[in-house]
């Protein structure tokens, strides 16, 4: 297998989650790939299921979670391994998490462990994966990471216990975590959602800029595509666990094709036409049990073409060069 | 810490005061005092009763004093670190209690070690494999454990006990250890039969305690922060072992609270029920001779050692977690 110079791809992706009330498809085919050193931007609303892609890749569902189709393929030296093909819990994948593939998380306040210094929480995942380092060298790196991230007086800073830091200082500490070990891929799933308004754009700025420096490719997970617009090169628009629609940043905000990106796109509060209009996406989302047919956005479709779009799934199709959509009003064989 | 430690010490003076009040006053209210209650005995046995020993004993005891004249010099004397005189043994209070009370300490202590070292492993793997077989058992067990009254759960013991090597294990010691002087010998005699009552005492805070773990490592478990764990490359087991484990005794800890008094109480039944030589009997019967000093003194020497228990429990607390050390100590 080769990587066709990508660091990432992944490949009708399908997770579900299995319980007493029946089985959940909280993902159900989704496809992307990342080139080295890119920024992908993956959008969609609440509960389509863009955290739970973030944890398919890096193979740590919660319980009842399993990824029951697809592929991901992480490039090394120019070969591909599938990681959904690894033992969950053997050391191949371990020695993945953490430091080829990072992973910066949606809650800051809730994802340090509370008894536990933000240092120690910094300087284990540094340990982990650099053994020659001892101690005092690792925590001068956790030290000096958290000054690259802003964070101020990093010396004494590092021993402080998350409830002592401010939401933006423990989402720092986070960034820090994360970028500790210099990962290949960055997913960064929702990072400025839980923090202050005011702070968003100082947390967004600081990944941007080390994203620059450090060079690595980033997975930018957001339901605001202002960010997106602001720092992604290509772009996943998610819908009830399905891709529906992938491009570069240019393809979907000037060309976008599949209605419910559309649809996003015009929800955007125009502010620059000098009044602020929101045209919301009608109807409501699905639930994910109910055994939907065709295309999951048909109940809400405004082009909907009773007798297929209710009926049948739409294929992916590559309309234009890397700008590939499902939907209905794109058919297959209008290709080629 | 040290200002925290200092605050709860000073705070158990006016609670053991207030404690000790009430049983004070407790004990003084039936009618009669120890006087009366010793000469109905004397009678009983058939012996004549000279009114003029009997006013010469309240007069030596200070029985013939006011109420609150007898309870000042109580408080003033146990200030001072002399709990008084039981009347019924002829001794100060604090020799009756110093010969049984080590007794006491050891069944309550090894019922607390019971109570924590098992309930806790138990607790964390009913967690860890939720809805499994030896989950079910478990919590079934612990049902059990919970409904079942101490006296019964004792007498099914000792029946247990009793058919399945025809002896009887009543007691804390073998008859030749009984008297016997404390060797190496004499402890290990008394292991083989303190499991007893420490099973009985301990069972009904050991199910609680599984509960309350269970509960609690379900909840840490699926925290971000355990996500977060795994997203480093750490192993299950010590992603487990170093946050969740860890987060879910903090609360355990916390229990150990309302644990110590249970576990004082049980031990007091139980003592009854088996007829251990510990502090129950002779509380028992001081009850009902009306020997107060010996009685109050009783309740405050375990109220202290409770209170002491819950504060070490509290430091142990806030030891363990930052959370607690940072917002209230
Ligand atoms: N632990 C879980 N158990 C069962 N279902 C889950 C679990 N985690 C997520 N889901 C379900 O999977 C679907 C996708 O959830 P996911 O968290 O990926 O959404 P999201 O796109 O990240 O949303 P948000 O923007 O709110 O973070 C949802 O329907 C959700 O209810
Ligand atoms: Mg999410």
Redesign the interface.
Known sequence: MTDNGNVLTVRNLKTHFFSREGTLKAIDGVDFELKPGEVLGIAGESGCGKSVTAQSILRILPKHGRTVDGEVLLSRNGAAVDLLTLDEEGPEIRRIRGKEIAMIFQEPMTSFSPVHTIGNQIIESIRLHNRGLSKREARARAIDMLHRVGMPNPASTIDEYPFNLSGGMRQRAMIAMALSCGPRVLIADEPTTAVDVTIQAQVLELLKELQGQLGMAVIMITHDLGVIAELADRVLIMYLGKGVEFGTVEQIFHNPLHPYTRGLLASIPKLTRGREVIEPIQGTVPSPYDPLTGCPFNPRCAHRMAGVCDLEMPEVVEVEEGHRVACHLYPKDAQT | MGEFIVRRLLLMIPTLIIVSSIAFFVIQAPPGDFVSAHAARLEERGQDVDRAVLEAMRARYGLDQPIHVQYFRWVRNMLRGDLGVSFDWNAPVTAVIARRIPNSILISLVSFLYVYIVAIPIGMLSAVRQYSLADYFFTFVAFIGLGIPNFLFALVVLWLVFSATGSVMIGLFSTEYVDAAWSWSRLLDMARHIWIPALIVGTEGTAKIVRVMRANLLDE?????V??????????ARVNY??PF??AV?PVVSTIGWTLPSLVTGEMLVSLVLGLPTLAPVFFRSLQMQDMYLAGGIVFVLTFLTLIGTLVSDILLGW????IR?SSM
Do not use: E, W
């Open positions: 478990l699926q925290k971000p922060y996500m977060v764990a795994r997203a480093k490359g750490l192993p299950q170093k946050y860890r987060i903090n363990i977690d930052p959370r940072f």
